[in-house]
Protein backbone atom coordinates (compact mmCIF):
# COMPACT_ATOMS: atom_id res chain seq x y z
CA UNK A 1 0.00 0.00 0.00
CA UNK A 2 1.54 3.69 -0.85
CA UNK A 3 2.17 5.68 1.87
CA UNK A 4 -0.72 7.70 2.85
CA UNK A 5 -0.18 10.87 4.50
CA UNK A 6 -1.28 14.81 4.73
CA UNK A 7 1.38 17.63 4.35
CA UNK A 8 1.47 19.70 7.55
CA UNK A 9 2.85 23.15 7.97
CA UNK A 10 5.94 23.12 10.05
CA UNK A 11 6.27 26.07 12.53
CA UNK A 12 8.04 28.93 12.15
CA UNK A 13 10.61 27.56 13.94
CA UNK A 14 10.74 24.07 13.26
CA UNK A 15 11.32 25.67 9.20
CA UNK A 16 14.09 27.62 10.22
CA UNK A 17 15.92 25.15 12.24
CA UNK A 18 15.16 22.86 8.81
CA UNK A 19 16.48 25.65 6.56
CA UNK A 20 19.79 26.35 8.68
CA UNK A 21 20.64 22.89 8.48
CA UNK A 22 20.09 22.79 4.95
CA UNK A 23 22.25 25.75 4.41
CA UNK A 24 24.90 24.21 6.35
CA UNK A 25 24.86 20.76 4.10
CA UNK A 26 24.79 22.50 0.77
CA UNK A 27 26.52 26.14 1.58
CA UNK A 28 25.96 29.21 0.92
CA UNK A 29 26.01 30.04 -2.22
CA UNK A 30 23.87 27.01 -3.00
CA UNK A 31 21.24 27.84 -0.65
CA UNK A 32 20.65 30.66 -1.86
CA UNK A 33 20.58 30.07 -5.75
CA UNK A 34 18.36 26.94 -5.18
CA UNK A 35 16.29 26.94 -1.74
CA UNK A 36 16.52 30.66 -0.43
CA UNK A 37 12.77 32.32 -1.91
CA UNK A 38 13.30 29.90 -4.05
CA UNK A 39 11.22 27.02 -2.41
CA UNK A 40 8.68 25.96 0.52
CA UNK A 41 10.19 23.03 2.64
CA UNK A 42 6.59 21.64 4.29
CA UNK A 43 6.35 18.80 6.85
CA UNK A 44 4.33 15.62 6.76
CA UNK A 45 3.67 12.67 9.10
CA UNK A 46 6.39 10.87 7.71
CA UNK A 47 8.22 13.45 4.79
CA UNK A 48 10.07 16.47 4.27
CA UNK A 49 8.27 18.14 1.42
CA UNK A 50 10.55 20.55 -0.64
CA UNK A 51 7.89 22.95 -3.36
CA UNK A 52 9.20 24.23 -5.92
CA UNK A 53 8.04 26.56 -8.92
CA UNK A 54 8.88 24.44 -11.64
CA UNK A 55 10.33 20.59 -13.31
CA UNK A 56 13.47 21.96 -13.86
CA UNK A 57 14.20 22.88 -10.18
CA UNK A 58 12.48 19.72 -9.12
CA UNK A 59 14.36 17.54 -11.37
CA UNK A 60 17.81 19.68 -10.32
CA UNK A 61 17.51 19.51 -6.82
CA UNK A 62 16.62 16.09 -6.77
CA UNK A 63 19.59 15.08 -8.03
CA UNK A 64 22.51 17.62 -6.76
CA UNK A 65 20.97 17.95 -3.15
CA UNK A 66 18.34 14.80 -2.67
CA UNK A 67 20.71 12.80 -0.13
CA UNK A 68 21.30 15.86 1.54
CA UNK A 69 17.34 16.77 2.17
CA UNK A 70 17.27 12.59 2.86
CA UNK A 71 19.81 13.18 5.52
CA UNK A 72 17.87 16.16 7.31
CA UNK A 73 14.61 14.06 6.86
CA UNK A 74 16.10 11.47 8.95
CA UNK A 75 17.08 13.36 11.22
CA UNK A 76 14.54 15.42 11.96
CA UNK A 77 11.60 13.20 11.38
CA UNK A 78 13.12 9.78 12.42
CA UNK A 79 14.99 6.74 10.67
CA UNK A 80 11.60 5.88 8.31
CA UNK A 81 11.37 9.31 6.81
CA UNK A 82 11.36 10.11 2.90
CA UNK A 83 11.74 13.49 1.22
CA UNK A 84 9.51 14.37 -1.64
CA UNK A 85 9.98 17.08 -3.89
CA UNK A 86 7.05 18.61 -5.50
CA UNK A 87 6.29 21.12 -8.23
CA UNK A 88 3.89 24.14 -7.84
CA UNK A 89 3.50 26.40 -10.42
CA UNK A 90 1.71 29.48 -8.47
CA UNK A 91 5.23 29.27 -6.16
CA UNK A 92 8.26 31.01 -6.76
CA UNK A 93 9.58 31.98 -10.18
CA UNK A 94 11.46 29.49 -12.22
CA UNK A 95 15.10 29.98 -12.36
CA UNK A 96 16.94 30.69 -15.60
CA UNK A 97 18.70 27.67 -17.41
CA UNK A 98 21.62 29.85 -18.29
CA UNK A 99 21.91 31.57 -14.72
CA UNK A 100 22.77 27.90 -13.41
CA UNK A 101 25.65 27.20 -16.05
CA UNK A 102 28.25 28.51 -13.77
CA UNK A 103 27.40 26.33 -10.76
CA UNK A 104 27.61 22.49 -11.28
CA UNK A 105 27.39 22.17 -14.80
CA UNK A 106 24.97 19.42 -16.00
CA UNK A 107 24.85 20.16 -20.02
CA UNK A 108 22.25 16.91 -20.75
CA UNK A 109 19.82 18.67 -17.98
CA UNK A 110 20.08 22.12 -19.26
CA UNK A 111 19.84 21.17 -22.80
CA UNK A 112 16.17 19.63 -21.87
CA UNK A 113 13.18 21.21 -23.50
CA UNK A 114 11.41 22.67 -20.69
CA UNK A 115 8.34 22.65 -22.44
CA UNK A 116 8.43 18.74 -22.97
CA UNK A 117 9.24 18.65 -19.16
CA UNK A 118 6.16 20.80 -18.44
CA UNK A 119 3.94 18.67 -20.49
CA UNK A 120 5.27 15.55 -18.91
CA UNK A 121 5.28 16.52 -15.61
CA UNK A 122 1.59 18.21 -15.91
CA UNK A 123 0.65 14.51 -17.59
CA UNK A 124 1.86 12.64 -14.07
CA UNK A 125 -0.01 15.19 -12.00
CA UNK A 126 -3.18 14.55 -13.13
CA UNK A 127 -2.73 10.57 -11.84
CA UNK A 128 -3.15 9.96 -8.84
CA UNK A 129 -1.51 6.62 -8.90
CA UNK A 130 2.45 8.73 -9.95
CA UNK A 131 5.17 9.97 -7.44
CA UNK A 132 3.74 14.08 -6.97
CA UNK A 133 0.74 13.58 -8.04
CA UNK A 134 -2.87 15.53 -6.75
CA UNK A 135 -4.11 13.20 -3.58
CA UNK A 136 -7.32 12.18 -3.10
CA UNK A 137 -10.17 14.30 -2.63
CA UNK A 138 -14.18 13.75 -2.12
CA UNK A 139 -14.75 14.94 -5.81
CA UNK A 140 -12.81 11.85 -7.29
CA UNK A 141 -14.65 9.59 -4.07
CA UNK A 142 -17.09 7.00 -6.09
CA UNK A 143 -20.06 7.40 -3.81
CA UNK A 144 -22.44 4.27 -3.68
CA UNK A 145 -25.31 3.00 -1.25
CA UNK A 146 -22.37 1.35 1.47
CA UNK A 147 -20.23 4.61 1.36
CA UNK A 148 -22.87 7.10 1.10
CA UNK A 149 -23.27 8.03 4.93
CA UNK A 150 -19.74 8.03 5.56
CA UNK A 151 -18.91 10.30 2.38
CA UNK A 152 -21.61 12.57 3.94
CA UNK A 153 -20.22 12.84 7.36
CA UNK A 154 -16.37 13.46 6.09
CA UNK A 155 -17.66 16.45 4.00
CA UNK A 156 -19.59 18.00 6.63
CA UNK A 157 -16.57 17.64 9.16
CA UNK A 158 -14.47 18.94 6.64
CA UNK A 159 -16.48 22.34 6.52
CA UNK A 160 -17.39 22.86 10.41
CA UNK A 161 -13.95 22.58 11.37
CA UNK A 162 -15.08 25.81 13.38
CA UNK A 163 -17.85 23.52 15.41
CA UNK A 164 -16.30 20.61 16.31
CA UNK A 165 -18.35 20.50 19.85
CA UNK A 166 -20.05 17.58 18.15
CA UNK A 167 -17.15 14.77 18.80
CA UNK A 168 -15.40 13.20 16.54
CA UNK A 169 -15.70 11.30 13.32
CA UNK A 170 -14.92 7.77 13.42
CA UNK A 171 -15.02 5.91 10.03
CA UNK A 172 -14.24 1.80 10.19
CA UNK A 173 -14.86 -1.02 7.61
CA UNK A 174 -12.38 -3.56 6.05
CA UNK A 175 -8.99 -2.83 4.00
CA UNK A 176 -9.06 -0.96 0.61
CA UNK A 177 -13.06 0.29 0.92
CA UNK A 178 -12.05 4.10 0.68
CA UNK A 179 -11.43 5.22 4.67
CA UNK A 180 -7.67 6.46 4.21
CA UNK A 181 -9.12 8.02 0.68
CA UNK A 182 -12.06 10.05 2.96
CA UNK A 183 -9.16 11.17 5.39
CA UNK A 184 -6.98 12.24 3.08
CA UNK A 185 -9.31 14.15 1.47
CA UNK A 186 -10.66 16.04 4.50
CA UNK A 187 -6.96 16.90 5.01
CA UNK A 188 -7.44 18.61 1.01
CA UNK A 189 -10.91 20.34 1.71
CA UNK A 190 -9.80 21.99 5.37
CA UNK A 191 -6.16 23.39 4.22
CA UNK A 192 -8.14 24.50 0.99
CA UNK A 193 -10.61 25.87 3.07
CA UNK A 194 -8.11 27.65 5.70
CA UNK A 195 -4.79 27.10 4.25
CA UNK A 196 -3.40 28.86 7.92
CA UNK A 197 -4.98 25.91 10.02
CA UNK A 198 -2.36 23.41 11.64
CA UNK A 199 -3.53 20.37 9.75
CA UNK A 200 -1.76 16.73 11.51
CA UNK A 201 -2.42 13.47 9.45
CA UNK A 202 -0.23 10.41 10.40
CA UNK A 203 -0.97 7.14 11.23
CA UNK A 204 -1.51 5.06 14.83
CA UNK A 205 1.68 3.90 13.78
CA UNK A 206 3.42 6.72 13.12
CA UNK A 207 1.93 8.49 16.66
CA UNK A 208 3.49 5.05 18.16
CA UNK A 209 6.91 5.44 16.62
CA UNK A 210 7.40 9.39 17.03
CA UNK A 211 6.18 8.66 21.21
CA UNK A 212 8.84 5.53 21.26
CA UNK A 213 11.26 7.84 20.06
CA UNK A 214 10.67 10.86 22.38
CA UNK A 215 11.06 8.72 25.12
CA UNK A 216 13.97 7.14 24.13
CA UNK A 217 15.63 10.72 23.55
CA UNK A 218 13.94 12.41 26.68
CA UNK A 219 12.13 15.18 24.06
CA UNK A 220 8.52 14.10 25.32
CA UNK A 221 7.95 18.02 25.65
CA UNK A 222 8.47 18.36 22.04
CA UNK A 223 6.52 15.62 20.87
CA UNK A 224 3.50 16.88 23.22
CA UNK A 225 3.59 20.45 21.58
CA UNK A 226 4.03 19.22 18.28
CA UNK A 227 0.71 16.58 18.84
CA UNK A 228 -1.68 18.73 21.15
CA UNK A 229 -0.97 22.32 18.84
CA UNK A 230 -3.05 20.23 16.14
CA UNK A 231 -6.18 22.25 15.16
CA UNK A 232 -7.22 19.54 12.74
CA UNK A 233 -6.10 15.97 14.18
CA UNK A 234 -6.68 13.08 11.34
CA UNK A 235 -5.81 9.48 12.83
CA UNK A 236 -5.62 6.74 10.64
CA UNK A 237 -5.53 2.59 11.83
CA UNK A 238 -6.32 3.81 15.10
CA UNK A 239 -6.78 -0.23 15.69
CA UNK A 240 -3.38 -0.62 15.45
CA UNK A 241 -2.90 1.07 19.51
CA UNK A 242 -5.09 -1.99 20.32
CA UNK A 243 -2.84 -4.00 23.18
CA UNK A 244 -0.51 -1.10 23.62
CA UNK A 245 -1.20 0.46 27.37
CA UNK A 246 1.72 3.35 27.38
CA UNK A 247 1.09 4.42 23.91
CA UNK A 248 -3.08 4.32 24.60
CA UNK A 249 -2.45 6.42 27.53
CA UNK A 250 -0.55 9.07 25.74
CA UNK A 251 -2.81 9.14 22.45
CA UNK A 252 -5.61 9.68 25.10
CA UNK A 253 -4.38 12.60 26.76
CA UNK A 254 -3.46 14.01 23.67
CA UNK A 255 -7.33 13.70 22.76
CA UNK A 256 -8.22 15.25 25.84
CA UNK A 257 -6.38 18.25 25.16
CA UNK A 258 -8.05 18.91 21.87
CA UNK A 259 -11.20 17.96 23.06
CA UNK A 260 -11.21 20.39 25.49
CA UNK A 261 -9.90 23.28 22.51
CA UNK A 262 -13.23 22.13 20.70
CA UNK A 263 -10.62 20.40 17.57
CA UNK A 264 -11.68 18.87 15.12
CA UNK A 265 -10.74 14.93 15.54
CA UNK A 266 -11.11 12.10 12.58
CA UNK A 267 -10.59 8.56 13.18
CA UNK A 268 -10.16 5.57 10.77
CA UNK A 269 -10.04 1.81 11.91
CA UNK A 270 -10.63 -1.73 10.71
CA UNK A 271 -13.65 -2.09 13.39
CA UNK A 272 -15.96 -0.26 15.58
CA UNK A 273 -14.60 1.13 18.88
CA UNK A 274 -16.41 -1.24 20.92
CA UNK A 275 -14.47 -3.97 19.09
CA UNK A 276 -10.88 -2.73 20.35
CA UNK A 277 -11.19 -5.20 23.03
CA UNK A 278 -7.55 -4.46 24.45
CA UNK A 279 -8.05 -0.35 24.39
CA UNK A 280 -9.17 0.92 27.76
CA UNK A 281 -12.80 1.59 28.12
CA UNK A 282 -12.54 5.68 28.50
CA UNK A 283 -10.34 5.92 25.47
CA UNK A 284 -12.46 3.21 23.30
CA UNK A 285 -15.60 6.02 24.98
CA UNK A 286 -14.17 8.98 23.41
CA UNK A 287 -13.42 7.38 20.22
CA UNK A 288 -17.20 6.52 19.80
CA UNK A 289 -18.11 9.90 21.59
CA UNK A 290 -19.18 11.75 17.78
CA UNK A 291 -20.14 9.91 14.55
CA UNK A 292 -19.59 6.19 13.73
CA UNK A 293 -19.71 5.50 10.35
CA UNK A 294 -19.20 2.02 8.91
CA UNK A 295 -18.14 1.69 5.27
CA UNK A 296 -19.41 -1.49 3.65
CA UNK A 297 -17.75 -3.64 0.51
CA UNK A 298 -18.86 -1.89 -2.32
CA UNK A 299 -21.54 -4.26 -4.15
CA UNK A 300 -21.72 -4.74 -8.15
CA UNK A 301 -23.37 -1.32 -9.21
CA UNK A 302 -20.57 1.02 -7.16
CA UNK A 303 -17.50 -1.10 -8.51
CA UNK A 304 -19.24 -0.58 -11.85
CA UNK A 305 -19.20 3.14 -11.20
CA UNK A 306 -15.62 2.35 -9.76
CA UNK A 307 -13.99 1.25 -12.17
CA UNK A 308 -15.53 3.29 -15.02
CA UNK A 309 -14.26 6.63 -12.86
CA UNK A 310 -10.64 4.97 -12.71
CA UNK A 311 -10.63 3.72 -16.67
CA UNK A 312 -11.28 7.48 -17.51
CA UNK A 313 -8.01 8.25 -16.65
CA UNK A 314 -5.90 4.94 -18.99
CA UNK A 315 -4.74 6.15 -22.54
CA UNK A 316 -6.69 3.67 -23.51
CA UNK A 317 -10.19 3.52 -22.23
CA UNK A 318 -11.36 -0.42 -22.40
CA UNK A 319 -14.93 -0.81 -23.86
CA UNK A 320 -18.19 -1.43 -21.06
CA UNK A 321 -18.00 -5.28 -21.61
CA UNK A 322 -14.40 -5.45 -20.00
CA UNK A 323 -15.14 -3.01 -17.12
CA UNK A 324 -18.49 -4.75 -16.29
CA UNK A 325 -16.34 -8.66 -16.13
CA UNK A 326 -14.19 -6.58 -13.94
CA UNK A 327 -16.50 -5.20 -11.82
CA UNK A 328 -17.94 -8.78 -11.32
CA UNK A 329 -14.80 -10.88 -11.03
CA UNK A 330 -13.23 -8.57 -8.45
CA UNK A 331 -15.04 -7.81 -5.48
CA UNK A 332 -13.36 -7.63 -2.18
CA UNK A 333 -11.34 -4.22 -2.78
CA UNK A 334 -10.62 -1.36 -5.21
CA UNK A 335 -7.69 -2.06 -4.92
CA UNK A 336 -8.52 -5.42 -6.88
CA UNK A 337 -10.09 -3.56 -9.47
CA UNK A 338 -7.01 -0.85 -9.54
CA UNK A 339 -4.68 -3.90 -9.74
CA UNK A 340 -6.57 -5.57 -12.66
CA UNK A 341 -6.94 -1.78 -14.60
CA UNK A 342 -3.26 -1.41 -14.32
CA UNK A 343 -2.57 -5.04 -15.53
CA UNK A 344 -4.67 -4.12 -18.74
CA UNK A 345 -2.80 -0.71 -19.07
CA UNK A 346 -0.01 -2.55 -19.27
CA UNK A 347 -1.02 -4.99 -22.03
CA UNK A 348 -2.64 -2.33 -24.10
CA UNK A 349 1.05 -0.04 -24.14
CA UNK A 350 2.79 -3.02 -24.49
CA UNK A 351 0.53 -4.33 -27.76
CA UNK A 352 -0.74 -1.12 -28.62
CA UNK A 353 -4.24 -2.13 -28.76
CA UNK A 354 -7.11 -1.54 -26.29
CA UNK A 355 -7.58 -5.45 -24.85
CA UNK A 356 -10.79 -6.89 -25.43
CA UNK A 357 -12.92 -9.15 -23.27
CA UNK A 358 -11.38 -12.42 -24.37
CA UNK A 359 -7.70 -10.62 -24.10
CA UNK A 360 -8.85 -9.50 -20.05
CA UNK A 361 -10.16 -13.09 -19.72
CA UNK A 362 -7.06 -14.28 -20.44
CA UNK A 363 -4.68 -12.24 -19.28
CA UNK A 364 -6.08 -11.54 -15.62
CA UNK A 365 -6.96 -15.61 -15.37
CA UNK A 366 -3.94 -15.60 -12.38
CA UNK A 367 -4.59 -12.36 -10.71
CA UNK A 368 -8.06 -13.79 -10.29
CA UNK A 369 -7.19 -16.78 -8.65
CA UNK A 370 -4.73 -15.10 -6.71
CA UNK A 371 -7.80 -13.17 -5.34
CA UNK A 372 -9.68 -16.42 -4.63
CA UNK A 373 -8.65 -16.18 -0.59
CA UNK A 374 -8.92 -19.97 0.54
CA UNK A 375 -9.35 -19.92 4.73
CA UNK A 376 -7.96 -23.21 6.85
CA UNK A 377 -9.16 -24.07 9.80
CA UNK A 378 -5.63 -22.47 11.23
CA UNK A 379 -6.60 -19.44 10.25
CA UNK A 380 -9.57 -19.28 12.05
CA UNK A 381 -8.10 -20.37 15.38
CA UNK A 382 -5.34 -17.55 14.93
CA UNK A 383 -7.31 -15.02 14.29
CA UNK A 384 -10.39 -15.94 17.22
CA UNK A 385 -7.39 -16.22 19.51
CA UNK A 386 -5.77 -12.68 18.28
CA UNK A 387 -9.58 -10.85 18.41
CA UNK A 388 -10.47 -12.64 22.35
CA UNK A 389 -6.94 -12.54 23.54
CA UNK A 390 -6.79 -16.39 23.59
CA UNK A 391 -3.93 -18.81 23.43
CA UNK A 392 -4.40 -21.93 20.68
CA UNK A 393 -4.58 -24.71 23.85
CA UNK A 394 -7.16 -22.48 25.71
CA UNK A 395 -9.84 -22.65 22.50
CA UNK A 396 -9.00 -26.30 22.66
CA UNK A 397 -9.07 -26.75 25.89
CA UNK A 398 -12.32 -28.10 28.16
CA UNK A 399 -12.91 -25.14 29.62
CA UNK A 400 -16.29 -24.33 29.60
CA UNK A 401 -16.39 -20.05 30.79
CA UNK A 402 -17.74 -17.72 28.91
CA UNK A 403 -14.79 -16.06 27.72
CA UNK A 404 -13.62 -19.39 26.77
CA UNK A 405 -16.66 -21.45 25.37
CA UNK A 406 -18.38 -18.37 23.63
CA UNK A 407 -14.75 -17.83 20.71
CA UNK A 408 -15.11 -21.31 20.55
CA UNK A 409 -18.00 -21.65 19.13
CA UNK A 410 -18.14 -18.87 17.30
CA UNK A 411 -14.74 -20.31 15.55
CA UNK A 412 -16.57 -23.42 14.87
CA UNK A 413 -19.63 -21.06 13.10
CA UNK A 414 -16.89 -19.31 11.29
CA UNK A 415 -15.44 -22.97 10.08
CA UNK A 416 -18.75 -24.00 9.21
CA UNK A 417 -19.06 -20.85 7.10
CA UNK A 418 -15.87 -20.08 5.69
CA UNK A 419 -14.19 -23.44 5.10
CA UNK A 420 -15.56 -26.72 3.09
CA UNK A 421 -14.59 -28.74 6.15
CA UNK A 422 -17.05 -31.23 7.86
CA UNK A 423 -18.28 -31.40 11.24
CA UNK A 424 -16.22 -34.15 12.18
CA UNK A 425 -13.25 -32.64 11.25
CA UNK A 426 -13.64 -29.14 12.68
CA UNK A 427 -14.66 -31.07 15.97
CA UNK A 428 -11.56 -33.04 15.73
CA UNK A 429 -9.28 -29.65 15.20
CA UNK A 430 -11.03 -27.59 18.04
CA UNK A 431 -10.20 -30.26 20.96
CA UNK A 432 -11.09 -33.43 19.70
CA UNK A 433 -14.84 -32.65 19.57
CA UNK A 434 -17.83 -34.73 18.54
CA UNK A 435 -19.77 -34.28 15.39
CA UNK A 436 -23.20 -32.81 16.89
CA UNK A 437 -20.99 -30.51 19.78
CA UNK A 438 -20.51 -28.78 16.45
CA UNK A 439 -23.74 -28.93 15.03
CA UNK A 440 -24.68 -27.25 18.09
CA UNK A 441 -22.42 -24.78 18.40
CA UNK A 442 -23.56 -23.88 14.90
CA UNK A 443 -27.06 -23.39 15.89
CA UNK A 444 -26.99 -21.65 19.13
CA UNK A 445 -24.79 -18.77 17.18
CA UNK A 446 -27.50 -18.43 14.44
CA UNK A 447 -29.87 -18.01 16.73
CA UNK A 448 -28.20 -15.40 18.62
CA UNK A 449 -27.76 -13.74 15.51
CA UNK A 450 -30.98 -13.73 14.38
CA UNK A 451 -32.44 -12.61 17.63
CA UNK A 452 -29.83 -9.83 17.99
CA UNK A 453 -28.46 -11.34 21.50
CA UNK A 454 -25.57 -8.53 22.44
CA UNK A 455 -23.02 -10.65 24.11
CA UNK A 456 -21.09 -9.44 26.80
CA UNK A 457 -17.18 -9.43 25.81
CA UNK A 458 -14.31 -8.51 27.10
CA UNK A 459 -16.35 -6.66 29.85
CA UNK A 460 -18.46 -4.80 26.94
CA UNK A 461 -21.66 -5.57 25.60
CA UNK A 462 -21.13 -5.81 22.06
CA UNK A 463 -23.59 -6.85 19.00
CA UNK A 464 -22.18 -10.40 17.45
CA UNK A 465 -22.84 -9.35 13.86
CA UNK A 466 -20.40 -6.53 14.25
CA UNK A 467 -17.59 -9.45 15.63
CA UNK A 468 -18.44 -12.01 12.81
CA UNK A 469 -17.89 -9.18 10.32
CA UNK A 470 -14.90 -7.96 12.03
CA UNK A 471 -13.74 -11.39 12.20
CA UNK A 472 -14.32 -12.34 8.50
CA UNK A 473 -12.62 -9.10 7.02
CA UNK A 474 -9.47 -10.32 8.86
CA UNK A 475 -9.84 -13.67 7.67
CA UNK A 476 -10.26 -12.44 4.13
CA UNK A 477 -7.49 -9.88 4.37
CA UNK A 478 -4.89 -11.89 5.40
Known amino acids: MQPECMTVDASQSDTTTLMRALRDRIGDKN ?64 VAESAIAGRIDPPALIRRKPAVAAERVTRKSENPSLPNATRHTFGDFVVGPENELAFLAAR ?43 VLRLTAETFANYFTKALRERSLPAFRHKMRAAEVLLVDDVNFLDG ?11 LKQLEERGRLMVFTADRHPRLLLKTREELTSRLGAGMICRLEVPGQETRLKIVEHKARRMSAVPPREVLEYLSRRFSRTVRELEGALNCLEHIAELSGRTPTLSVARKALAELERDCVRMIQLSDIERCVCQFFGLQPHELK ?53 DSNVAPRIASRNVTLSEVLGTLERELMAV
Open 31 to 94: YRAWFDGRSRLRVDADALSVCVSGPFEQNWIQRHFGSHLQSLACEFLGPAARTEIRTDEQFGAP
Open 397 to 449: SGAKTQNVSHPRMLAMYLARKLTPSSYNAIGTYFGGRRHNTVVSAEQTVQKWL
Open 244 to 254: KKVIQEEFLHT
Open 156 to 198: RAAESIEDAHHGPLYLHGGIGIGKTHLLEAIAQAVRRRATSKN
